[in-house]
């Protein structure tokens, strides 16, 4: 049997290479993702190292269904696209090819896929997950996590990936984010911080006038902070009160909680944000969404144009993997990050290190188990 490895850009480069050189009865036997340059996976591109083989002399070969595909199989269906069967095959084979590209491990150490599950354990981006596998790979020989000096090591990695950026609150600040993210309370805490520890002319405008409660919440805080709030009911409103207030330090203004899957939400929310034109623009994003929902709120949010983002619900989760998702969905660094209901205790500038250290903890704990 002749065996040959081919390091690609894609499948089609593979299959044309293959054909060329091995032939139409050659197979396929095995693929994966390979990275080459940069640093810690940033700027390296992926490559597809193909494996394939063709025996010597022509002999009848079992195909295992999944792991092997027969060259001349996938070339004579992508020559007929006018056959809609065959193009539906064609992707199937082609999708379960994709699947094998990105679970492929071969003859990987034990510690490796403890790291990978540990990452993926913390509802990380698989793409990272990937990258920071692939960089311990390369630069260690052995990681060991029974060792507390292991998580410095993991927190390392992880600073690259990880944003921060604590801007000075002044102007016109408004909170923008789906329902249920505790907007109001982050608000609040951003006023009291202002008011007793920065010594500003806080100011208040809230157009969450869907939710009565979070109308009184304010007006609450704003009572016991002795700063001025005004109510908005449409971005016209919220304009003129701006005007009204622009002898202020720092304008705090709240949104209603908007579902990033509702168009006329979007619609409305992006209306808003045109009109008011902020000067910071803070989407404030649940750690204890799913990472799929995640994906989904920062891409439909990304239209009102987020200067930096606020995590919140920290205290409601042990996943920490957002402290990397979202900086790199949304390409704008974390600016504060909640941590419970207290006004105004419960909220803490972001700090990459800090943060890594966190991540790199609960990455060390579910390595070590195993789990």
Known sequence: MIVKKYVVQDIKEAFEKIRMELGKDAVILSTRKVKKGGVLGIGAKVFIEVTAAVEEKKLP?????????????????????Q?????TELK?????LKSMISTQRINEPAWVE????ALLKQDMDEEIAEKLTEYAKVKYSQLDFSSENTRLIISEMLLPFINTNVPELKGKVLLVGPTGVG??????????????????????????????????????????LDVP???????????????????????LID???????NELHMTEIKAMAEVVQPDLCFLVVGMQYRKEDVRDIVQKFSTVNPTH??????????????????????????????NGQRVPDDIFEANNRELALLLAKEVLKHAKSGQ
């Not at 199937?92 to 379960?96: D, F, N, T, V, Y």
């Not at 982050?186 to 100011?203: E, G, P, Q």
């Not at 709030?229 to 304008?251: G, H, N, Q």
């Not at 900086?327 to 600016?335: D, R």
């Open 61 to 81: 070969q079992p195909e295992e269904k999944g792991q092997i595909y027969k060259l001349q199989e996938i070339l004579s269906k992508s020559k007929q696209p």
């Open 229 to 251: 709030i005004r109510v908005a009911y449409t971005p016209k409103e919220a304009k003129l009160e701006i005007e009204a207030l622009s002898d202020f330090d720092t304008i």
């Open 309 to 338: 983002v606020i995590l919140s619900k920290l205290d409601e989760t042990s996943a920490y993997g957002h402290f990397v998702n979202v900086p790199n969905f949304l390409k704008v660094p974390i600016a504060f990050v909640t």
């Open 83 to 87: 056959q809609s069967e065959d193009i």
């Open 183 to 224: 907007k109001t309370t982050t608000l609040a805490k951003l006023a009291a911080k202002l008011k007793i520890n920065d010594h500003k002319r806080v100011a208040i405008i809230t157009l969450d006038t869907y939710r009565i409660a979070a109308v009184d919440q304010l007006k609450t805080y704003a009572m016991l």
């Open 92 to 96: 199937k084979m082609m999708l379960e």
């Open 114 to 117: 403890s790291f990978r599950k």
């Open 255 to 261: 949104s209603a909680g908007r579902s990033q899957k």
